[in-house]
């Protein structure tokens, strides 16, 4: 099948999945061959790889905003999506068109030839190749799976960041934190600084800043942050600052801060207060603010926490907000530890209502409901299970009143089709 620029995205899409046997086939070797015959020149660009097992839309997002605040063009190349592909590619937070992406994908069919690349490895080489068509002073790259042997790592970053190493993936890239850190330290590049947010660094990520001899910060003893009196203190070298608390995870805000302090970009206090104020990344500690449930519905979050480390943090800062119940509507796929990622919200929720997702990779939600009453020990009387997302919410608000909260989680997909469905405020 040869399809043209002129193709429809969904057309692209498809041929995209289609090329390539399976979905993750670790190793550079065919995106660096076609990544070579790009001849993509990013001198001039201050490149910034973002790795880590959660945090690393937030600080992508909260680098790009800071960017946008010293009046620099930035582009920032993410993964995955929720409504539309087209949010893997932002330009001073703006998205491209369909005809942008279209074009892009020619691009890279005419350089690869004979070479099979995987939908993600084509995804991240057009990304690539949109982000170099713009006049470009930064492009924020986050990694889509590890970091060693991800696709962006084709890429020499002038500053390297990993935000935290949990265990997610394992099946490719270990099963202990120590070979998950030694994946993620593979973004790291000889002399060049690397900002690291991980509060428990496993002795492998120190042992690897030595062997790639790059120049680390690191969370706790280079820059900290604390909570007080409601506000979000930061401090990295001479600089200390308080700013309103943040909307995004205040790790992820620390360690995008102290990117840019590494930088020595000319941000003020008012505008990190901006930036703090402002920067928002559906699906994490999202609130609905507009929605059909009406006024009085509960507050309706959405987080695609997948993982054990990212349903921590979601319990801790749910707990801060201390509503009277959660009714907690969770999607999750089946490769994921169901027990592991549900087990911190235990103690917060009021009911259940697992769910299923419209992709093959996803759990059943009779599955995972059997999972929560017989690992976790939750009563048969408090699980619910649904066949979507909206359909757990609906069933959740006809309980829930405007004091409660009802909570959408457990991948990205889940949150995908909570939206498809959603009509419109």
Known sequence: ????????????????????????????????????????DWSGVTVITVAGTNGKGTTCAFIEAAAIQCGYEVGVYSSPHINTYN????????????????????????????ISLTYFEFGTLAGLWLLHQQALDVAVLEVGLGGRLDAINVVDPDIAVITSIGLDHQAFLGDTRALI??????????????????????????????????????????????????????????????????????????????????????????????????????????????????????????????????SEYLATHIAHLAPRRVFAVCGIMQDKDWAGVCA??????????????????????????????????????????VNTPYEGVVNAIKTATNQDLVLIFGSFFTLSDFYAQLPSA
């Open 181 to 310: 850190a030694q994946e993620k330290a593979g973004i790291m590049r000889a002399g060049k600084p690397v900002i690291i947010g991980e509060p428990e660094p496993p002795h492998t990520l120190r042992e690897a800043v030595v062997s790639y001899a790059a120049d680390a910060q690191w969370v706790g003893q280079d820059f900290a942050y604390h909570i007080e009196h409601n506000l979000f203190h930061f401090k990295m070298g001479s600089t200390q600052l308080s700013l309103p608390l943040p909307h995004i995870p205040f790790p992820n805000a620390a360690t995008a801060m102290a990117v840019v302090h590494q930088l020595a970009w000319p941000v003020s206090a008012s505008q990190w207060a901006y930036c703090a104020a402002h920067t928002r990344l559906n699906g994490r500690l999202t609130v609905l603010t507009e929605h059909a449930f009406g006024s009085e519905a509960p507050v309706i979050m959405l987080d695609a926490a997948h993982n054990i480390q990212a």
């Open 1 to 40: 099948m040869t399809l043209t620029a002129d193709a429809s995205l969904m057309e692209w899409l498809t041929h995209l999945e289609s090329i390539h046997p399976v979905g993750i086939d670790m190793g550079l070797d065919r995106v660096q061959a076609v990544y070579q015959r790009l001849n993509l």
């Open 87 to 114: 949010e893997r590619v932002r330009i001073n937070q703006q998205l491209l068109d369909d005809t942008a992406h279209t074009q892009a994908f020619a691009a890279i069919e005419a350089a690869r030839g004979n």
């Open 344 to 385: 911190p919200l235990v103690p917060l929720v009021s009911h259940w209502y697992p769910c299923d997702v419209q992709i093959e990779r996803a759990a059943k939600g009779s599955d995972i409901a059997a999972c929560l009453v017989n690992s976790l020990a939750i009563s048969k009387t408090q699980v619910t299970a």
